[in-house]
């Protein structure tokens, strides 16, 4: 429990004496709870967003990548709503321009109750994250999307007050795109789909599976386009640009003092860019 709540006070010091952050690297940090300071290094190094992983324990989201590695205390609020509040009412914003920072949760279990607790968390948080509110489109300086686990589409559409969207993993190159509004972010798992080395011309497959991310991206308004378990080649890169156009490659930025390995894109229109980031692992 000491732990715990010294890693706390040492994030909440880390995030509070970061200058207010850029935010302007079209990429989020992965197993973010994972690097040395949580949040503090992602805004310092201008990542667009990061992602945590949540257990409901004893009442408590807390932030862990498994269950027996949850601590009292280290919470989705100790870590990254509270922090993420008070970059806000300190700097008025997180990321420069329009766009929303982005908080990606996985609910790493099949949980109603780990749901409807989010739900009741994320709404104390009005004045920082952004909601559909019967109908209404209210945009905040923080965007939470779903990566993992969640309700039925058909039943968060229904929710009158709604903090929260979802992501779409595309699964088949052939898929019937999904239309629903709940839908923020398409993903595709480059290394299993894909698995084109750089090398020579990409098989037929390999660009049927990027039409169908595209197609799954354009089939609603506003939608981000993730891209990982990519290899560190700038061969793959330059043909990602092509086929997700029209963002456009520029360059990779490494994270080596955070010492891992693998890599993530966050591909999006208002970007512009496509860049790999370093991150903690599945």
């Known amino acids: 429990m000491i732990e715990a709540c010294l890693l706390l006070a040492l994030t909440a010091r880390a995030v509070a004496e970061v200058p207010c952050p850029s935010a302007t690297l079209p990429a989020y940090a992965h197993n973010d709870y994972e690097n040395p300071r949580p949040l503090a290094d992602a805004l310092r190094l201008g990542y667009r967003g990061v992602e945590a992983d949540i257990f409901l324990v004893e009442g408590e989201l807390r932030v862990a990548h498994n269950r027996k590695h949850t601590k009292a205390g280290r919470t989705l609020q100790a870590l990254y709503l509270d922090p993420l509040r008070e970059v806000v009412a300190r700097c008025g914003r997180v990321c420069t321009d329009s766009r929303p920072f982005l908080l990606n949760i996985e609910i790493k279990e099949s949980s109603q109750a780990a749901y409807d607790t989010l739900c009741a968390v994320l709404g104390r948080y009005p004045e920082v994250l952004s909601s559909i509110d019967h109908g209404v489109n209210r945009p905040g300086a923080v965007e939470t999307i779903l990566v993992g686990w969640h309700p039925p589409l058909a039943e968060m559409e229904r929710e009158p007050v709604r903090f929260a969207s979802v992501q779409l993993r595309v699964q088949a190159p052939r898929i019937v795109a999904d239309s629903s509004a709940v839908i923020r972010m ?41 891209v990982y378990n990519v290899p560190p080649r700038p061969e793959i890169y330059r043909v990602l640009r092509v086929h997700s156009s029209p963002v456009s490659y520029c360059g990779d930025i490494f994270i080596a003092e955070h ?20 991150y903690a692992g599945d």
């Open 259 to 278: 010492g891992h390995s693998g890599a993530a894109l966050v591909l999006d229109d208002h970007a512009g860019a496509i860049d790999r980031i370093h």
């Open 186 to 226: 398409v993903s595709l798992d480059y290394g299993k789909k894909v698995a084109w080395s750089g090398r020579a011309r990409m098989p037929a497959r390999g660009r049927a599976w990027l039409a169908a991310l595209v197609g799954a991206k354009s089939a609603g308004a506003g939608r981000i386009a993730r």
